[in-house]
């Protein structure tokens, strides 16, 4: 179409995929001015209210719902003023004169105007929620370790929705991902482990599932319903980044049948913050629709894992600076009874081992060097250090590949691949550079990650990847990268080793007088 968004490979973080206009044909939507007049409507509201939407706009909703429905989704909207959230209200009679026929409706607003999204009721509504919700956070409380934890929630989550597959999908620092637990039917293959490419889920993509915390594909063969009109007085498409229904990406829809699926559900998992991963579901056998209720269970059930999984690892990394803070304090009364155990780079090496583990250790103090373990030739280490000058000043610098800045480095990467620099003066520069060795790994990427997609045969439109065969790559040249604890804790010894410094060059001082 003229007016649609072209997608290629240089624009597909831009495609605007809270605008395409469209609905799944799930349900219906109905966008309502302050007054409770009909502004829009989708194209599939006969289905339900035997008007077609052309003529359902501008007339008020009351000549369409019950007013006993009417009263209950007025209700409702009083407790969303203002907030940046979706209502939920199950089964709403909405016909008068048919009483067992329910709808559940999700209610948000977008400036002034009220979004009403319909679908029929679940036949078998699930149990009691609140007892389903407890149920399931007791399971979790009861596993033990980070492992067992994402397992168990792939397992409820899939337990509640019934989908073929679920997967705990756990984001890397450079936007990839990897699937770290799996529930599944059997008999359906396993991605347990395996590795996707940062494409895969583009940028708006994210930030809009930061907002909103769960979607559904309900069957990836059908047509998307257009919204009517389709541009409102102001000339723009209704912004469905709230919306319950929202139609989806045709890339996306691509790729997931080119995955084999029919349906796909996601939750994220929103930890400090962030978008730490998602919760990603696939079904094979058809369109999937679990009821709205269950849904909403599902939403809150991955809201509940998010905050167990960050109270977790706020315990394991405030147990980890608690050990730091105590190698440290060791560190300082160590040398304070001996000065000549920081010219020890043995004695220091160990000492730093404990907490950051390494391969080797270079002191550089006063243009003097010790080494000790695995570290790079001597005669590299003015280098890395005049590198070191240049770029960080005065800060904890970490990379698991030295030769990204310092090219000479590729010549000993299989005894110092990677580099943790602690600065402990200002000038001269001094440092505690701590060295890990090159560890080759092997990452199973779900086809070839540097093809996530190719031009279609129809000109600029993208067509992501067709295989998703194994593709294993070999990781050479890097180390076990120092992750952000280690590196806040380097800048707890830092302060020590700092102190330590200082002070001896106040006895040197105190001697020459
Ligand atoms: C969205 N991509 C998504 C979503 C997932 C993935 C989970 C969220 C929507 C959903 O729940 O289905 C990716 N799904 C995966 C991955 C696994 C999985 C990695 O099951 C692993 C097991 N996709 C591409 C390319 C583009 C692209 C090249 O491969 C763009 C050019 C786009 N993906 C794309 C878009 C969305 C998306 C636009 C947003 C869909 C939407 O919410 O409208």
């Not at 469209?22 to 599939?44: H, Y």
């Not at 149990?127 to 009861?142: G, H, V």
């Not at 705990?168 to 770290?180: I, L």
Request: charged share 25%; glycine share 8%; aromatic share 8%.
């Amino acid at each position: 179409d003229s007016e649609g968004f072209h997608v290629d490979l240089t624009n597909c973080d831009r495609e605007p995929i809270h605008q395409l206009g469209a609905i799944q044909p799930f349900g219906f939507l109905i966008a309502l001015s302050s007054d409770w007049l009909v502004k829009r409507a989708s194209a599939n509201i006969a289905d339900t209210f035997g008007v077609v939407a052309d003529d359902m706009l501008g007339t008020p909703l009351t000549d369409h719902f019950s007013a006993h429905a009417v009263h209950q989704l007025r209700n409702r909207l009083t407790v969303l003023r203002g907030a940046d959230a979706v209502e939920r209200i199950f089964g709403v009679a909405v016909f008068a004169d048919q009483p067992n026929r329910l709808f559940d409706f999700a209610l948000h607003m977008i400036g002034d105007t009220i979004v009403l999204e319909g679908e029929p009721c679940e036949a078998e509504a699930a149990s009691d929620p609140a007892s389903a919700i407890r149920a399931m956070m007791a399971r979790l409380d009861n596993t033990t370790d980070l492992t067992g934890f994402f397992r168990e929630g792939a397992r409820q989550v899939r337990a509640l929705t019934g989908f073929d597959r679920v997967m705990v999908y756990r984001f890397d620092m450079d936007g990839s991902g990897t699937v770290v637990a799996e529930a599944a039917r059997a008999g359906i293959g396993s991605f347990l482990d395996l590795r996707y490419p940062a494409s895969d889920i583009p940028q708006q993509a994210r930030k809009l599932y930061l907002r909103t915390p769960f979607r559904i594909i309900v069957d990836v063969h059908a047509e998307p319903v257009p919204i009517l009109p389709q541009r409102d007085e102001t000339g723009e498409p209704i912004d469905l980044s709230l919306s319950v229904l929202r139609s989806v990406s045709p890339i996306h829809i691509e790729y997931l049948q080119n995955m084999g699926v029919d349906a796909s559900m996601s939750i994220s998992i929103i930890v400090e913050g962030k978008l730490w991963g998602l919760f990603a579901c696939h079904h094979y056998a058809g369109a999937k629709r679990p009821g709205f209720e269950r849904r909403s269970i599902a939403e809150l059930f991955g809201q509940m894992f998010a905050l167990k999984l960050e109270s977790r690892e706020r315990k394991a990394l405030s147990a980890y600076e608690t050990s730091a803070r105590a190698t440290s304090d060791r560190l300082l009364a160590a040398v304070a009874g001996d000065a000549g155990l920081l010219d020890n780079p043995e004695w220091l090496g160990n000492m730093l081992q404990e907490t950051v583990p390494c391969d080797g250790i270079a002191i550089w103090i006063d243009g003097k060097l010790a080494t000790s373990g695995m570290t790079p030739p001597n005669d590299a280490v003015p280098g890395i250090v005049r590198r070191l000058n240049a770029m960080a000043a005065g800060r904890i610098y970490a990379t698991d590949h030295l030769s990204d800045v310092l090219p000479q480095a590729a010549d000993y990467a299989d005894v110092a691949a990677g580099l943790l620099a602690i600065p402990i003066s200002r000038t001269p520069r001094d440092y505690v550079l701590l060295f890990r060795q090159e560890k080759i790994r092997t990452v199973n990427w779900a086809g070839d990650p540097h093809k996530p997609a190719q031009l279609g045969p129809h000109g600029p439109r993208l067509t992501p990847r067709k295989s998703f065969e194994l593709w294993a790559q070999e990781v050479r040249g890097r180390s076990e990268p120092f992750n952000e604890a280690e590196q806040r804790v380097a800048e707890m010894l830092r302060a020590s080793l700092i102190e330590i410094v200082l002070r001896l060059s106040d006895d040197a001082q105190e001697e020459k007088r």
